[in-house]
T-cell receptor, first 115, second 110 residues
Framework: NAGVMQNPRHLVRRRGQEARLRCSPM?????VYWYRQLPEEGLKFMVY????????ESGMPKERFSAEFPKEGPSILRIQQVVRGDSAAYFC?????????????FGPGTRLTVL | GEDVEQSLFLSVREGDSSVINCTYT??????LYWYKQEPGAGLQLLTY?????DMKQDQRLTVLLNKKDKHLSLRIADTQTGDSAIYFC??????????FGTGTRLTVIP
């Protein structure tokens, strides 16, 4: 059973371009979480999705950021018109259900660099 | 809001015990977690503790929870060079997301 997969692993964009980050959850997992890790900081929650639904987006910046988890295919985190402050590692996690005892399995992350 | 604090760095000699400390703010957290992050990798769940427990032991790992002081610690016995990594504590006050500390970078000196 493959783990959580994220691609690309590294992404370089110029200011003003768009970044699309993909996350394929573990097989059988229908819950996906996105976190952002700024340099020398811990992970900060961004958004929690189930298939086709955004459940909690309280950590998402109000502008330029969006996320989706379609019925088929990976979850996508999209950042429009990137700025230097968006440079970070973006981690996706998946779980088979919700609740405190349910483990979240993390992917290897996508490291975004904005030039 | 939730706030999870950790010291940033810890160095120990190989074979010694490591103790990584964490304080959290949300007393409603039912579970508290310790994750390990190796360079360039994602987070790996090491262990977790239910909030009604004081201690949990799992091989070389011992987790202590002082709920009154909102203090969590992770002890690694017989620390090895392969234990060098960043260790994050996290709380989960609701059903959804985790709140992470800033991480403690553990360096094991041979």
């Amino acid at each position: 059973n493959a783990g959580v997969m994220q691609n690309p692993r590294h992404l370089v964009r110029r200011r003003g371009q768009e970044a699309r980050l993909r996350c394929s959850p573990m097989k059988g997992h229908s819950h996906v979480y996105w976190y952002r890790q700024l340099p020398e900081e811990g992970l900060k929650f961004m958004v929690y999705l189930q298939k086709e639904n955004i459940i909690d987006e309280s950590g998402m910046p109000k502008e330029r950021f969006s996320a989706e988890f379609p019925k088929e295919g990976p979850s996508i985190l999209r950042i429009q018109q990137v700025v230097r402050g968006d440079s970070a590692a973006y981690f996706c996690a998946s779980s088979p259900g919700a609740g405190g005892r349910t483990e979240q399995f993390f992917g290897p992350g996508t490291r975004l660099t904005v030039l | 809001g939730e706030d999870v604090e950790q010291s940033l760095f810890l160095s120990v000699r190989e074979g010694d015990s490591s103790v990584i400390n964490c304080t959290y703010t949300d007393s409603s957290s039912t579970y508290l977690y310790w994750y390990k992050q190796e360079p360039g990798a994602g987070l790996q769940l090491l262990t977790y503790i239910f909030s009604n427990m004081d201690m949990k032991q799992d091989q070389r790992l011992t987790v202590l929870l002082n709920k009154k002081d909102k203090h969590l610690s992770l002890r690694i016995a017989d620390t090895q060079t392969g234990d060098s990594a960043i260790y994050f504590c996290a709380e989960r006050p609701g059903a959804n997301n985790l709140f992470f500390g800033t991480g403690t970078r553990l360096t094991v000196i041979p």
